[in-house]
């Protein structure tokens, strides 16, 4: 059975960082590309960053550019999310997911996902 869970979320206060843990069981963690995902209460999920198997790659939402790094240890099955410089925009639940695609920023791509933890920013 796979299972991504996330850990690390919590309140911070703006301009604060977080960092996001990913542990996944049940799978090849090397064969797939992890992403994190957020949805803020009234949105739609919405695609904040990825890395491929074997971090050649990494995309990132341009509102998360410069601030968040997504990075993976394969040999841990665990993918980290850096967050600085946080913003109260940034508050969402924020998902882990694990998609067999290369290259993977929309939802339907991924086959997994984590329940989620709360990320909130105060002003």
């Known amino acids: 059975q796979v299972q991504l869970v996330e850990s690390g979320g919590g309140l911070v206060q703006a301009g604060g960082s977080l960092r996001l843990s990913c542990a996944a069981s049940?799978?090849?963690?090397?064969?797939?590309?992890l992403g994190w995902f957020r949805q803020a209460p009234g949105k739609e999920r919405e695609f904040v960053a990825s890395?491929?198997?074997?971090?050649?790659?990494?995309n990132y939402a341009d509102s998360v550019k410069g601030r968040f790094t997504i990075s993976r240890d394969n040999a841990k099955n665990t993918a980290v999310l850096q967050m600085n410089s946080l913003k109260p925009e940034d508050t969402a639940v924020y998902y882990c997911?694990?998609?067999?695609?290369?290259?993977?920023?929309?939802?339907?791509?991924?086959?997994?996902w984590g329940q989620g933890t709360q990320v909130t920013v105060s002003s």
């Open positions: 049940g799978l090849t963690f090397s064969w797939y590309t």
């Open positions: 997911g694990a998609s067999r695609s290369r290259v993977a920023t929309t939802g339907p791509l991924y086959e997994y």
């Open positions: 890395i491929t198997w074997m971090s050649s790659s990494t």
